[in-house]
């Protein structure tokens, strides 16, 4: 069973070097082997501690191993909104570089975060907020279809092997 039609242009929105790798590593290769493209739009370099140069070379290469052709990678550099974790970004600028990046690779599907931005990170809640208010916002009459990922209960996310019992005793749709 495949994810999405194939032959999709898919980009992958994350706010920082390893978000890629930390939260759509599965997503990104099932969608790579189904024959789509795949592009990602990294929304900073994640400079928060001054290693922003490192962390953009990191993840070419995760990208790379991924499957992910560096033609199909953009890292913004976007002085009015940077990696940090107690800051909401301008929303105008955000998705001024969804849009062009939408643009220019056709993209059909974006995966991101979902409004609880995984971990929490005002980043990751931000990049969300910003493709909510471009579509809502939006005079297209086309625009990509969005799925994000969801936020795993904390409890799930931190049990291991426990998680199985709960999930059990309270079915998803119950939480």
């Not at 890292?75 to 009015?80: A, L």
């Not at 916002?137 to 625009?143: A, D, I, L, M």
């Not at 049990?159 to 199985?164: A, F, N, P, Q």
């Given at each position: 069973m495949t994810i999405f039609e194939s032959q999709k242009n898919v980009c992958v929105l994350v706010a920082h070097p390893d978000d890629e790798a930390m939260f759509f590593t599965p997503i990104i290769k099932r969608v790579c082997g189904e024959g789509n493209k795949v592009y990602v739009l990294c929304l900073t370099n994640g400079n928060?501690?001054?290693l922003g140069k490192l962390r953009e070379k990191e993840l070419l290469e995760a990208c790379s191993t991924l499957g992910i052709l560096r033609d199909r990678i953009r890292?913004?550099?976007?002085?009015?909104f940077q990696d940090q974790p107690d800051e909401k970004w301008p929303y105008s600028d955000v998705i001024s570089e969804i849009e062009s990046f939408v643009d220019e690779f056709n993209i059909d599907t974006i995966l991101t975060f979902d409004e609880f931005g995984i971990s929490g990170h005002i980043n990751h809640i931000s990049t969300n907020e910003s493709v909510k208010k471009w579509i809502q916002?939006?005079?297209?009459?086309?625009?990509p279809k969005v799925y994000v990922l969801e936020?795993?209960?904390i409890f799930i996310k931190y049990?291991?092997?426990?998680?199985?019992l709960y999930l059990y005793i309270f079915p998803k749709n119950e939480w």
């Open positions: 928060y501690y001054g890292v913004v550099s976007n002085d009015k916002g939006s005079k297209r009459e086309k625009y936020t795993t209960n049990s291991g092997i426990l998680s199985l």
